[in-house]
């Protein structure tokens, strides 16, 4: 079984270093005068969590020129990057473990996430990620094409059965374009409703393995 995971929200705790990122970047436009006073709670925070960044930035700021934007968009990559080179960021709990033994099992995993090249490269690297993904890929590689329209790229490389693994709509689109069974990780930042299309819901990123069992099986 070939097995397409999300990365933030589904196997990172992502809020934990995008929250102070983003914070830090906002107070920089804010003394610029770019930019009101951020009053955005974590919560609202991590529901921007798995856009684009050229997307998110769309939303938040659609005031804000398009060079603000970008450089706004860097500023919070790099802040990020500098975080996990810290070892600031944290994996769920267990979630390495679900990926060692997905792939113990005989599954091929493959990494595609709505990020930048430099944040997926610094993850790879704090994570040892290549250890346990066959391929990963990042939006950014493919000038911010959805994840629905990267994923025949991959399904052409490796032929095979896939199930879908993410927390947003954005992974739930290309259960649902490709005719895929999909897992909802409800404990990420997505809602209820973005994730209705769901063969199954895992509320712990620990039940994923049974629910793939489940799907193998169906």
């Known amino acids: 079984m070939n097995l397409l995971f999300d990365y933030d929200g589904t196997l990172h705790n992502c809020l934990l270093i995008y929250a ?24 609202e925070i991590g529901g921007w969590l798995g856009m684009p960044a050229p997307e998110m930035w769309r939303f938040f700021a659609p005031f804000l020129p398009e060079k603000q934007q970008r450089r706004a968009s860097q500023m919070v990559g790099d802040n990020m990057v500098a975080a996990i080179r810290r070892g600031e960021a944290q994996l769920y709990p267990g979630a390495m473990e679900v990926l060692a033994g997905l ?3 005989g599954n091929q995993l493959f990494f595609l996430s709505n990020c930048k090249r430099a944040y997926l490269a610094a ?35 490796y032929p095979g059965d896939f199930v879908v693994i993410g927390d947003r709509r954005h992974d739930m689109a290309v259960a649902t374009a490709h005719g895929l069974p999909a897992i909802g990780c409800a404990y990420g930042y997505g809602t209820m409703d973005e994730l ?19 799907i193998a099986r169906s």
Do not use: N
Not at 29 to 36: H, I, M, N, S, Y
Not at 124 to 136: E, G, N, Q, V
Not at 196 to 214: F, N
């Open 20 to 43: 102070p990122a983003f914070r830090a970047a906002c107070s920089v436009l804010t003394r610029e005068g770019l930019l009101p006073p951020l009053a955005a709670s974590d919560a």
């Open 103 to 105: 792939k113990e099992a």
């Open 123 to 157: 993850h790879r690297a704090a994570f040892r990620l290549d250890d346990y993904f066959t391929a990963c890929y990042c939006a950014e590689e493919f000038d911010w094409l959805t994840k629905a329209e990267i994923f025949p790229q991959i399904a052409a490389a």
């Open 196 to 214: 209705r299309d769901a063969a199954y819901i895992a509320y712990d990123v620990k039940e994923i393995p049974a629910l793939v069992d489940r």
